[in-house]
């Protein structure tokens, strides 16, 4: 009788289980043109605006600081997943079971240049694969991050 009763409940649980729904996405996008290292192709105090702009193009963000000005080169990388798992008990229950997860992933590659007024390099700064993008990096709460 117990085994009946056993293979009974199992059918059941089997039978709601399979007429759930299952799904899994992922997600990935970029943003920006790509962004190679500057390495020693550029030198301070001998490096013109017009060189930068020849070999990267049009820059993703311009700022003034005070007499200088700052070029921004950024590209985003966005890697998502989710997993969605749904068991309808209404029938049984007066609720449904949703289960879900989720994970992001986003990555920064920064190039800037520091100019002078004259239009010549003062300095570059470089970061692949970065958490954070450039102006975070300034505004840090001191907890590690590059």
Known sequence: ???RFK????FILAAVL?????SFRVMNAREGNDVADPG????????SLTEVLAVYGAPTEIHHLGKEFLLIYERMHYRG????MGIP???????SINLSGHGDLIRYDTAAFFFRPDSVLIRTSYVQGSSY?????????KTGRP
């Not at 293979?7 to 199992?10: E, G, K, N, R, V």
């Not at 399979?18 to 299952?22: I, L, R």
């Open 40 to 47: 020693n192709r550029f030198h301070p105090g001998k490096s």
């Open 18 to 22: 399979m007429t759930g729904c299952f």
């Open 7 to 10: 293979f009974s409940l199992l």
């Open 89 to 95: 008990m209404s029938e049984v229950m007066p609720t």
């Open 1 to 3: 009788m117990a085994s």
């Open 133 to 141: 993008p450039f102006w975070d990096t300034f505004w840090s709460d």
């Open 81 to 84: 997943g989710q997993i969605t």
